[in-house]
C-alpha cells in the first residue's frame, strides 16, 4: 500500500472515530449535525479547490455565491403570497425588463455606433426609468403585511429544484464576474470578487421585496419528513419497541409508554437528521466523482499544465482564459449549491449571518489544510476545521477563563476576556492559515497526479 | 427664476453636504490607496491586511488616548489623538515589519507567485482583524475630543446672512492639511532622497537595482516603514471623522483597491486621483438632491421624492462600478499603471 492510500486511510478514521466519540459521549443527533454541516462544508470546499488547486484562481467572494444559492432556496421553494405579487409583481417585471433592456440596447449601441455619449445617455435613461417603476413596486410590495410576509415570496416548487438553481444563480454571477476581470493581473479576480461578495451581501440584506431583508424568511419547506410525523408513524413505533424491548420491559409497565415516547421523540430528530446527510452524501459523491473524471481527462491535463506555466501553455495553444472562467464558474456554481443546500438544511434564510469569516475565509483555511488539489483533501479539511471550529469557542472561553482566574469576577480584564474571547477564534485560524500555508503548503492530503 | 440668493444657498448646500465631506473621505481614502500602491510597486501584491492594519494603529490610538485623558493630558481644541498618533505609528511599524520579517519575508525569498502572497495577506488580514476585535469589541468608539467644528453652520450663517450654514468640522480641517503635508513629504521623499530614489529602482526593474548596489532589504524596511505611517494617519483621521468600527474599516478594502486600480497599479499620484474620484463619485451619487432642486427650479417643478440616484447602503457598489468600469475600458488605470 502507497504511503498517500495509508494517509487517506488514517485521516477518514480518525474523522469516523471522532464523531464516533461526539456521537456515543453526548448525543448521536450532535454529532450527525456535526456531520451535516461537515459534509456542506465539504462541498463548498470542493467548489473553492477546484479553482484555487486546479486552476489558482484565489476567490475572497465565496460568501457571495453561497448566498445566492441560499436566496435561490427561498425563492424557488417558499409559497407565493398573491396579494404582494398582485400589489407590485407586474411593476417589479416591467422594471426588470426595462434594466435588461438597457443593458442590451447599450451594448447593442456601443457594437454599432461606437459612441460612448449615446451608451451613457441610454444607460441614464434606463436606469431612471427602472427605478421609477422600481421604488413603486417595491413599496407596495413591502407595504402587504410586512411583519409577516412583505416579499413577493417563491414559486412554491420543491426546495431540492433550487439546489440546481442555486449553482445557476452563481455560475451566473461568476460569469460575470469572470469575463470582466479574468485575462487582466491575477489579483483582479480576487478584488473583483470582493467587490461583488459585497454587493451581493447588500441586496440580500437591504431589498425587503426580495427576501425580506434582515428580517430573515424561515419555515422554508423540507426535502425531507418532519419529526413530527416520523413520531406519529407507525412504523417507527413498532422498530423502536422492539430495538429496546430490553430495556423496556425492566421498566414499570406504567413508565413504559413514556420511555418509548422519549425513545421515538429521540429517534425522530436522528432520523430526520440521517435523511438529510444522505441526501448531502449523494451529493458530494456525485461532485467528487465528476470532479476525479474531470481531472484526469485531457481537459484536466490541459488545466494542471496552464497552472504551472500558463505561458508555455498559452505557446502550445490552450486558450489561458478561456479555460480560466470555465473553472471559476464550475467552482463557483458549486459554491452556489451548497449554499442552497446550508439554508434548506438550517430552515431558515437569515442574510444578517453571511460574514466573510464563516464563508470565505473559513472555506479557505479548510483548502489549505485539507491539501489544494486533491478532492479527498477538501473533504477532510472541510471536516476538520468545522470539528476544530466547532470546538475552539469553547476552548476560547476555558482559556480566557483559565488565565484571569485568579482575578476577581468583576475586575475589567477578565470581563473584557470573556465577553471576546470568541474573537480568539479568528486570530486562531488565522495563524492556523498562514503556518500550514508556510510549512507544510501541500495540506494533509497533498495532490497526487502533480506529475504530468 | 431662481434668485441670486437662492443659487448661492443652493451651492453652499452642495459645499457642506457633497463637497466636504467627500473632499476629506477622498483625503483619508488617498493615504490609504498611496500604501496599498507603494506595498504594490516595491512588493508587487495587493495587501488585503491594509484595512486592518488601519483599524489596528487607530485601537492603539485609542487606547493611549484614554490614557491619556485619564491622566489628565487633552490637546485643548484639537483632539488628543493626535498626541497619540507618533506612538501608534511606532507601533504600527514594528508590527508590519513583524509581519514581513515573519511572512511576506519567506514568499518573497522563495520568488512565490503573487496571488500566494495576496493569499497570505488575507491570513493576515484575518489575524489582525481578530486582534483589533479582541482589543476593542465589535462596537463603535467614537474617540474625537476638543471643539468638534472650527466654524459651525450657525456661526456660518450669522456670518453671511445665508439660510444654509457651511460647516468645516475639526476633523475635516485637520484630515485636509495633514493629508496634504504628509503627500508632499511622500513625494520629496520619493523623488529627491537617495532612499525615494533606490526605492523607485527597486520598483522599476528589481534585478537592475540589484545589481546597481541597492540593498533589497533596506528598500524593503523602508517601504515598510512608508507604508505604516499612511496606513496609521489615513486610519486615525478616518476613526476622527467617523468614528471607530472594526468592520467599516476592513470595508474600506474595496474604495481603496478602486482608488489604486482607477489611479493605475504602482502610481503614487494616481492612488491619489483614485482615492477622489472613488469619495466625490459615492458623495455625489448618493446624496439626496430634493432641497437643491428646490432652491433652483420654480415652485411647478420642485420633486417630491428624494432626487436621489442610489441608496447610501449601496455606496460600495460605486466602488465596485468604478472598478468595473476601468477594467472594461482602460484596465492600466488612468495613469497607465507607471510603477512609483
Known amino acids: 500500500m502507497s504511503q498517500y492510500n495509508k494517509r487517506v486511510i488514517v485521516t477518514f478514521s480518525i474523522m469516523f472515530f471522532l464523531l464516533l466519540m461526539v456521537g456515543l459521549g453526548q448525543s448521536w443527533s450532535l454529532s450527525l449535525s456535526i456531520l451535516n454541516l461537515c459534509l456542506i462544508s465539504a462541498i463548498m470546499t470542493l467548489g473553492v479547490n477546484i479553482q484555487w488547486g486546479y486552476a489558482g484562481l484565489f476567490n475572497v467572494g465565496i460568501m457571495g455565491f453561497t448566498a445566492l444559492g441560499g436566496l435561490s432556496a427561498v425563492l424557488i421553494s417558499k409559497e407565493s403570497i398573491s396579494k404582494a405579487v398582485t400589489a407590485g409583481g407586474m411593476r417589479m417585471l416591467v422594471a426588470l425588463s426595462i434594466f435588461l433592456l438597457t443593458i442590451v440596447l447599450s451594448i447593442y449601441i456601443y457594437k454599432k455606433f461606437k459612441n460612448k455619449w449615446l451608451v451613457i445617455a441610454t444607460i441614464l435613461a434606463g436606469y431612471f426609468i427602472t427605478r421609477y417603476f422600481y421604488i413603486e413596486a417595491a413599496q407596495s410590495i413591502e407595504a402587504i403585511n410586512p411583519a409577516f410576509s412583505g416579499y413577493l415570496g417563491g414559486l412554491d416548487l420543491p426546495v431540492l429544484l433550487s439546489w440546481i438553481v442555486g449553482g445557476l444563480l452563481a455560475a451566473g454571477a461568476a460569469w460575470l464576474i469572470g469575463k470582466i476581470s479574468l485575462g487582466l493581473r491575477t489579483d483582479y479576480l480576487a478584488i473583483a470578487t470582493l467587490g461583488i461578495s459585497e454587493i451581493i451581501i447588500a441586496i440580500i440584506k437591504n431589498e425587503d421585496w426580495l427576501s425580506r431583508g434582515v428580517k430573515n424568511v424561515t419555515a422554508i419547506p423540507r426535502p425531507v419528513p418532519y419529526e413530527i410525523d416520523l413520531q406519529q408513524a407507525v412504523w417507527v413505533k413498532e422498530i423502536l419497541a422492539k430495538l429496546y424491548a430490553g430495556s423496556l420491559h425492566l421498566l414499570p409497565v406504567s413508565e413504559q409508554a413514556t420511555a418509548l415516547k422519549a425513545h421515538i421523540s429521540d429517534a425522530a430528530i436522528v432520523l430526520v437528521k440521517l435523511c438529510y446527510s444522505g441526501l448531502f452524501v449523494a451529493v458530494l459523491l456525485l461532485i467528487i466523482i465528476l470532479a476525479g473524471l474531470a481531472l484526469d481527462s485531457p481537459w484536466g491535463r490541459m488545466v494542471r499544465a496552464i497552472r504551472d506555466n500558463e505561458i508555455a501553455a498559452s505557446a502550445m495553444g490552450k486558450n489561458v482564459k478561456q479555460r480560466h472562467l470555465q473553472i471559476f464558474v464550475i467552482g463557483s456554481a458549486i459554491a452556489g449549491v451548497s449554499g442552497a443546500m446550508l439554508v434548506t438544511y438550517n430552515g431558515q434564510f437569515t442574510p444578517g449571518s453571511y460574514i466573510p469569516l464563516r464563508y470565505t475565509f473559513l472555506i479557505w483555511v479548510m483548502v489549505i489544510v485539507g491539501g489544494s488539489g486533491n478532492n479527498l483533501g477538501s473533504v477532510v479539511g472541510g471536516f476538520l476545521i468545522w470539528f476544530l471550529w466547532i470546538e475552539a469557542e469553547p476552548v476560547g472561553f476555558w482559556l480566557a477563563d483559565l488565565s484571569t482566574s485568579f482575578l476577581d469576577q468583576g475586575n475589567f480584564i477578565r470581563q473584557h476576556l470573556l465577553e471576546n474571547a470568541q474573537y480568539i477564534r479568528l486570530i486562531f485560524m488565522g495563524a492556523v492559515l498562514l503556518v500550514v500555508m508556510r510549512f507544510s503548503p501541500d495540506g494533509i492530503l497533498p495532490e497526487t497526479n502533480k506529475k504530468l | ?340
Open chain 2, 1 to 340: 427664476m431662481p434668485g441670486f440668493t437662492d443659487i448661492i444657498n443652493a451651492i453652499v448646500l452642495l459645499l457642506n453636504f457633497v463637497f466636504m465631506p467627500a473632499l476629506s473621505y477622498g483625503s483619508q481614502l488617498a493615504l490609504g490607496a498611496l500604501a496599498v500602491t507603494l506595498v504594490y510597486a516595491v512588493l508587487k501584491f495587493a495587501n488585503f491586511a491594509q484595512g486592518d492594519t488601519m483599524a489596528f494603529s487607530t485601537v492603539i490610538t485609542i487606547l493611549i488616548t484614554w490614557l491619556l485623558q485619564k491622566s489628565g493630558i487633552t490637546l485643548g481644541f484639537m483632539p488628543t489623538a493626535l498626541l497619540a498618533l507618533p506612538f501608534a505609528i511606532i507601533a504600527c511599524i514594528i508590527y508590519v515589519l513583524l509581519t514581513d520579517k515573519f511572512i511576506y519575508q519567506y514568499y518573497r525569498k522563495q520568488n512565490s507567485k503573487p496571488i500566494t502572497i495576496v493569499m497570505a495577506s488575507v491570513g493576515v488580514m484575518f489575524v489582525t482583524g481578530g486582534l483589533v476585535r479582541f482589543i476593542l469589541g465589535p462596537t463603535h468608539h467614537i474617540f474625537a475630543d476638543g471643539a468638534r467644528f472650527i466654524i459651525t453652520a450657525r456661526e456660518f450663517k450669522a456670518m453671511t446672512g445665508l439660510a444654509e450654514g457651511l460647516a468645516i468640522k475639526t476633523s475635516q480641517f485637520l484630515t485636509i492639511t495633514i493629508a496634504i503635508l504628509l503627500v508632499g513629504f511622500v513625494f520629496y521623499f520619493l523623488q529627491k532622497t537617495k532612499t525615494g530614489k533606490a526605492m523607485r529602482a527597486y520598483a522599476d526593474n528589481k534585478d537592475l537595482a540589484l545589481l546597481s548596489g541597492i540593498d533589497p532589504d533596506k528598500v524593503v524596511r523602508v517601504t515598510w516603514m512608508l507604508v505604516a505611517v499612511l496606513t496609521s494617519i489615513a486610519g486615525v483621521l478616518y476613526g476622527l471623522d467617523k468614528g471607530f468600527m472594526a468592520t467599516s474599516y476592513n470595508q474600506l478594502l474595496l474604495p481603496m483597491f478602486a482608488a489604486v486600480i482607477v489611479g493605475g497599479i504602482g502610481s503614487p499620484i494616481g492612488a491619489i486621483v483614485g482615492g477622489f474620484v472613488i469619495s466625490f463619485s459615492e458623495a455625489i451619487l448618493t446624496y439626496a438632491y430634493k432641497k437643491f432642486l428646490i432652491y433652483l427650479l420654480p415652485a411647478v417643478l420642485q420633486p417630491d421624492s428624494l432626487v436621489q440616484f442610489l441608496g447610501t447602503e449601496y455606496k460600495f457598489a460605486i466602488s465596485f462600478v468604478i472598478l468595473v468600469i476601468v477594467l472594461l475600458l482602460r484596465p492600466t488605470g488612468i495613469f497607465k499603471g507607471k510603477v512609483i
